[in-house]
């Protein structure tokens, strides 16, 4: 077997980093906005997101394409290029925080369907996910346009506010920590598994290699904002230009093109096992709901806006990853990392998704943590407490329990188990039934007609269709395979 289909086979387990830029862990009461609007426009945001949109928020309309767009985005002539700019910053936030270290296991998966069957399903998901993610959207404007304080990036700070009951947002934030703690472990796993692979010399164990990986995910978090800022867009530039310089080539060593879309899949059980072990993966792989409310949030709750930059900058990670797998099943992977050159930057490339993915993983369980650490410590005189930087507590609480698992599981344990219930049922009750419930509840409660219209009922029936669907299929075939366990 190639070197490339050995790390790519490794594993086939579910991993996705959560793409989370986090912003300050509020409690939001719905109140009236005739309060101080300035002093709430002057509220600085925890995340990175702010300050990596003015990073790459230079971009010039140098071809005129851009410009054909301006009439459909309505945007005030004179700052037509500054809000072009910002909302595909927004878009490559959004590619950047989805795209991760999922992607070295995806060929195996649609190889096991074909590619056809695949790439129908990667569209399936793009669809299901953009329905999700623009739900949220919708949830994240009518906060900000019923309250004071900032909307909260927190799972269950956001559920706080949007459905007012505590016990409903204990449980999601509960569900978060489960599944970020899971995607966490998995990532310090295969990056301590790299690091003892790329360095022979110094023979490292696995497991040493994968605490050495969390304290440097744990020391950056000892930076300021704009420290870990750096170290994330680092991460993500090093991503992009690696996999550019991977994938090109690499395309055009693909020996039979058509033979590879048409090829049948090759998973031993059979098409129905395939596809049960490729949607829960294909699924986890396209997650960024989590950075949704810093989205519309840096473009001021505008409604197209938002949604131009949501769809746009969720496609790309869809069509990044067919490359991909197009790229590794069609053998074009292998001629092109067969170098001393190609290899350094297969590694660099596996380096910073490990890299970006846990760093922004470790954000989304601070982010949660912090919600819980002020639900103690806030005070009746500030409800709306500000804070600027992730504390030690929060971090530790993120890494130690993750990194521990990862440690043991290094040393030859096995949490297969606990990632497949992570990715299958606890993500799209996530990412499926929440922002239906969310939704609903904002409608619900709605009583002044807003400026900005609601969502049709047609997506939550679309999303809670395709949620049912996905949940039915794992349950069938979970049951199937009981059986054989017994057996």
């Known amino acids: 077997m190639s070197t490339v289909n050995k790390q790519i086979s490794s594993s086939s387990t579910i991993h996705k980093h959560q793409g989370r830029i986090s912003s300050s862990p509020l409690y939001m009461k719905p109140s009236s ?3 101080n609007d300035s002093a709430k426009a002057e509220r600085r ?3 990175l997101s702010a300050s990596t949109l003015l990073s790459v928020a230079s971009l010039d309309d140098k071809d005129g394409m851009v410009s054909s767009l301006l009439p459909r985005l309505n945007l005030p002539k ?14 490559l936030l959004v590619t950047g925080n989805t795209v991760g270290s999922s992607m070295l296991v995806l060929p195996e998966a649609v190889g096991g369907v074909g590619m056809v069957w695949g790439s129908t399903i990667f569209l399936g998901m793009y669809i299901y996910h953009l329905t999700s993610g623009l739900m949220l959207a919708d949830v994240a404007i009518k906060l900000h346009e019923s309250s004071d304080c900032e909307v909260p990036s927190s799972f269950k700070d956001f559920s706080d506010a949007a459905m007012q009951d505590e016990t409903s947002g204990n449980i999601i934030g509960a569900s978060s920590l489960l599944v970020n703690s899971c995607f966490l472990a998995y990532g310090v796993v295969h990056a301590g598994s790299l690091v003892s692979s790329s360095l022979p010399s110094l023979n490292l164990d696995p497991a040493v290699a994968a605490g050495g990986f969390a304290a440097l995910i744990a020391a950056s978090f000892t930076q ?21 310089s991977i994938l090109l080539p690499s395309l055009a060593n693909v020996h039979d093109p ?3 879309v048409l090829a049948s899949g090759t998973h031993p059980a059979g098409f129905s ?25 840096l473009l001021n709750f505008d409604r197209t806006k938002s949604t ?4 746009l900058g969720s496609f790309l990670p869809m069509a990044m990853y067919m490359a991909w797998c197009f790229a590794v099943l069609g053998g074009g992977l292998d001629s092109s990392i067969a170098s001393g050159a190609g290899c350094i930057m297969f590694t660099a490339f596996s380096a910073s998704a490990l890299v970006g993915s846990c760093i922004a993983c470790t954000m989304s369980l601070a982010e949660e943590y912090e919600s819980i650490i002020s639900s103690f410590t806030s005070t009746k005189e500030d409800p709306c407490p500000l804070k600027h930087n992730f504390s030690l507590l929060a971090v530790a609480m993120s890494l130690v329990p993750p990194t521990s698992l990862a440690v043991a599981v290094s040393g030859g344990g096995d949490f297969t188990g606990a990632l497949h219930f992570a990715g299958a049922f606890v993500s799209p009750f996530l990412y499926g039934i929440l922002p239906i419930m969310l939704s609903q509840n904002m409608q619900s409660g709605d009583d002044n ?7 049709d009922n047609f997506p939550q029936v679309l999303l809670g269709a395709g949620t049912f669907a996905l949940l039915a299929q794992e349950v069938i075939q979970d049951a199937g395979s009981i059986p054989n366990l017994l057996g």
């Open 33 to 35: 906005r005739s309060e």
């Open 449 to 455: 007609k807003s400026s900005v219209p609601s969502l």
């Open 78 to 91: 004179g700052d037509n290029i500054e809000a072009i700019a910002k909302v595909l910053s927004a878009s």
């Open 224 to 244: 300021s904002n704009e420290g870990i800022e750096k170290i994330a867009n680092a991460a993500v530039m090093v991503l992009f230009l690696s996999f550019a």
């Open 308 to 311: 131009v930059a949501i769809a």
């Open 258 to 260: 058509m033979g590879t």
């Open 45 to 47: 945001r925890t995340s």
């Open 273 to 297: 096992a395939a596809i049960s072990a490729a949607i829960p993966l294909i699924l986890s792989s396209l997650i960024y709901q989590n950075i949704v409310p810093s989205i519309v949030k």
